[in-house]
């Protein structure tokens, strides 16, 4: 007979203790912000549908304005929900504005990971019971309200929350018994939008300082809306731009109107980063080849958009792009005869 002994090894303890650790760090890095008292809903006002919460009358819920980083494979609870007219997800959803029927794949994301509606008709991926579904983006889960007529008398969503639809529990294969609660991970899934025929630019109409390439007649570019997941050390290529007036950078910047000297240390961001200039004038830092820089965020790497006169008949960027000036290449150790110069491998994070 095999004898299982149930004393833990040090070595387990230890490994027992660092993820505790780890998943305590990760924890602070969004702290409740405050909270909602709650109130009885009025007689009909509260859906109870798919075993939905009401507020308890008195009872304190905590609210947040954040949500855990996001990683490729973030971990999140899933949750129930019905997006149809009179089910429990209340009005139509902020998205679109319209109810989305049970048998369609989406979600309602926490606050955090709504992130100003950035996500909106967007496609996660979502993993869990060893399968994997493919889910849009339509509502909010809102972690900074609740307990109020606007929704329904249900408390605040946590703010580690995918809100599904059927659809979504099905596809993924859990048993209805464990319907409501399970625990997945899930990941943004950035796939080119189209593409765009590639146009010869007029004479004189594309600059190629820097080694900037020039759209070939006919050449497919793909386009893009998003970018790679965020997280604390965000991979991307970074390239070489000019921000000066005359330069490959084209036009003033877009957060600010203005141009910007080769010796400052600024940078473009692809699009789905740039986020409809949230990180506008905002510092970002950057690390490769051993050392790490503090640049601004002045413009857009257009990644939805090129070709074309407004672009200077450059191709759209790649959704991985930190387009940055010479003085970030400099402060980054890297000179311009070494074959680095104006593509390299790093990573970036934003500065809170």
């Not at 191709?315 to 991985?320: A, E, Q, R, S, T």
């Not at 110069?341 to 970036?348: A, L, P, Q, V, Y």
Request: overall charge negative.
């Amino acid at each position: 007979m095999k004898v299982f002994c149930r004393k833990p090894s040090l070595l387990l303890l230890v490994i027992l203790l660092a993820t505790n650790c780890l998943y305590i760090i990760e924890a602070q890095k969004c702290r409740q912000s405050g909270a909602v008292k709650g109130k009885k809903a009025p007689p009909g006002q509260c859906n109870k549908e798919n075993d939905s919460d009401c507020c308890k009358e008195g009872k304190l819920y905590p609210v947040y304005k954040c949500s855990p980083p996001v990683s490729s494979h973030t971990k999140a609870h899933l949750t129930l929900n019905s997006f149809e007219k009179g089910g429990d997800g209340g009005g139509p959803s902020e998205c679109d504005n319209h109810y989305h029927s049970d048998d369609k794949p989406v979600v309602a994301l926490s606050t955090g990971w709504f992130n100003h509606k950035s996500r909106c008709l967007k496609n996660i991926t979502i993993t869990a019971n060893g399968r994997s579904v493919v889910a849009m983006v339509v509502d909010e889960c809102d972690s900074t309200r609740g307990c109020d007529a606007d929704h329904d008398y249900q408390p605040p969503c946590d703010n580690n929350i995918v809100d599904a639809s059927k659809a979504v529990w099905e596809g993924l294969g859990i048993p209805r018994s464990q319907w409501g609660w399970y625990d997945i991970a899930w990941s943004d899934k950035c796939r080119p939008s189209g593409r765009i025929k590639g146009k010869k630019a007029p004479p004189g109409q594309c600059n190629t300082d820097d080694d900037s390439d020039c759209c070939k007649q006919g050449k497919m570019y793909p386009v893009y809306e998003c970018s790679p997941p965020m997280s604390s050390h965000t991979k991307a290529f970074l390239t070489l731009n000019s921000f000066e007036k005359g330069k490959d950078g084209g036009g003033p910047s877009e957060c600010d109107n203005q141009y910007h000297s080769d010796d400052t240390p600024v940078v473009a961001l692809s699009t789905g980063w740039f986020n409809h200039r949230s990180r506008c004038l905002k510092n970002i830092k950057i690390s490769g080849n051993g050392r790490s820089v503090v640049a601004k965020v002045v413009d857009e790497c257009d990644s939805t958009r090129g070709c074309d006169e407004e672009h200077d008949y450059q191709p759209p960027c790649d959704n991985d792009i930190v387009d940055a000036s010479k003085a970030v290449w400099k402060a980054l150790g890297v000179n311009e005869d070494q074959p680095q110069w104006g593509g390299m491998d790093i990573t970036w994070s934003d500065i809170e």
